[in-house]
């Protein structure tokens, strides 16, 4: 099922979800993908930690490892912004390589970006729109937790729950800053029928996608796996 955008012609629309590991950002990047934005051609597998898929970009994925990487940080252990712009310029061509094949409606999805998008925005196209996705701290260290324990990480709570302020106050520090148009989604609210589908409504809208006469949205829905399933 395809959506029909409202997308003006002559210049491309780039949806950026940000968001905290474990968070839902990969739900959100596949309900942006059912709506009909182009979330990439290769995506990282779905696996024991996300049996729906991440619908994760891997040219992206890559970019913002290597980024992160060479300015000395890990994902659980950010660097300086500092470092991050310089580390930036060394990757520039492919940066602009990268975007530069992308046209239409399109997006892409990686937490590593909370970290990068200062550094990157004055890559991506005029008009770049922002998908914030946020959960509830403790379920997210709980699900950062569990994680951790299958994949036999010695890490702490307390050490997460840092990770997971570090991430929220990146975040919202960088869209104070910018004038760019936000959507925010609190993951919880995506859960329930009576919430999720106003929600999926106003993201198609954020994104111009015309979803009113094809069933785009119960299409877009039925990636949830709603907490109240026996309604």
């Given at each position: ?150 994949k036999e990480y010695k890490r ?76």
């Amino acid at each position: 099922m395809s959506a029909v955008g409202s997308v003006p012609v002559s210049k491309s629309t780039c949806i950026v979800v940000l968001g905290m590991h474990r968070s839902g950002t990969s739900l959100v990047s596949g309900l942006l993908y059912r709506l009909g934005v182009n979330m990439g051609t290769a995506f990282r597998k779905p696996d024991r930690h996300n049996a729906t898929g991440y619908y994760e970009d891997i040219d992206f994925r890559d970019l913002n490892k290597m980024i992160i990487n060479r300015a000395g940080g890990r994902w659980f252990n950010p660097p300086n912004p500092e470092d991050v712009s310089a580390a930036v310029k060394h990757y520039s061509d492919k940066v602009d390589a990268l975007i530069g094949s992308k046209d239409g409606l399109w997006g892409f999805k990686d937490p590593r970006t909370v970290f990068t998008i200062h550094a990157l925005e004055h890559h991506l196209p005029e008009d770049t729109r922002f998908v914030r996705v946020s959960r509830n701290t403790l379920e997210t260290v709980a699900s950062l937790s569990r994680r951790a324990s299958l994949k036999e990480y010695k890490r702490t709570d307390a050490h997460w729950y840092l990770i997971v302020r570090r991430y929220s106050d990146a975040i919202q520090g960088y869209l104070q800053r910018t004038s760019r148009p936000v959507f925010s989604i609190e993951y919880e609210r995506l859960l329930y029928r009576d919430t999720a589908r106003e929600i999926v409504q106003r993201l198609a809208h954020f994104c111009d996608i015309d979803w009113r006469d094809d069933g785009l949205i119960d299409h877009a829905m039925g990636l949830i796996a709603f907490r109240d399933n026996d309604v």
